[in-house]
């Protein structure tokens, strides 16, 4: 299995607070993904990295940020935490973005 | 929106039967991708098809890709109750390094 793990996996916070959720890898795959997943949504990209320091937005961005300041962990961070981003987010790592990727474990988010 | 999208949303056979899904996407692409995602769990490669070929085989599973009409179909040969689970195509878009998943299509397999 490709070294890829989340933290942490399951998660209860309160609206309006700070959450940051983390991937981290021993791959050195210089591309990371945070996805969502939500029944009859699919998968949908939040944020990506292509390199230390280099991210990007995907589809559905708003409410997220991410910081990647070494190649081995991409953190997601949810600012002020809302109802609508609780969901299980999936971490992913590939070599380069023509290759498969592997996905970590998943982390259930809760926000009440 | 998103950039692929399988059809259909859910499919039941028995098992010994062929499943067949396909994915439909909007934008030019390099290579497209077959997930699998086992109930509760992350989604696992199953194969990787570049936009310049047309069929691709990995075990009981045949891919084709179509870029003229931008599609692709993931057939499953003689099925088995192990393949029960949720099938998502992805995508790069083309100039960007995004990689892109559809809604997936829930396979069923009956013992």
């Known amino acids: 299995d490709a070294g890829i793990t989340q933290s942490p996996r399951h998660k209860v916070t309160e609206t309006g607070t700070p959450v940051t959720l983390r991937c981290h890898q021993t791959e050195n795959h210089r591309y990371m993904y945070w996805y969502r997943q939500d029944p009859g949504h699919g998968l949908r990209l939040i944020h990506y990295s292509y390199g230390v320091k280099d991210t990007d937005k995907g589809e559905v961005s708003d409410g997220y940020s991410v910081s990647r300041s070494k190649t081995e962990d991409f953190l997601l961070t949810l600012e002020s935490a809302t109802s609508s981003q609780t969901s299980v987010y999936f971490c992913?790592?590939?070599?380069?973005?023509?290759?498969?990727?592997?996905f970590g474990q998943g982390t259930r988010l809760t926000v009440v | 929106s998103q950039q692929g999208e399988e059809d259909p949303q859910a499919l039941s056979i028995q098992e010994g039967e062929n499943a067949t899904m396909n994915c439909s996407y909007k934008t030019s692409i390099n290579n497209l991708q077959w997930y699998r995602q086992n109930s509760g769990r992350g989604l696992v490669h199953l194969i990787l098809?570049?936009?310049?070929?047309r069929e691709k085989h990995s075990g009981r599973l045949r891919v084709t890709l179509d870029t003229s009409k931008k599609s692709s179909s993931l057939l499953i040969t003689a099925s088995r109750a192990a393949d029960t689970a949720s099938y998502f195509c992805?995508?790069?878009?083309?100039?960007?390094?995004?990689?892109?998943f559809g809604k997936g299509t829930k396979l069923t397999v009956n013992p």
């Open positions: 992913a790592i590939a070599e380069g973005v023509n290759t498969e990727a592997f």
């Open positions: 098809i570049r936009s310049n070929e």
């Open positions: 992805a995508t790069d878009t083309g100039g960007s390094e995004k990689l892109v």
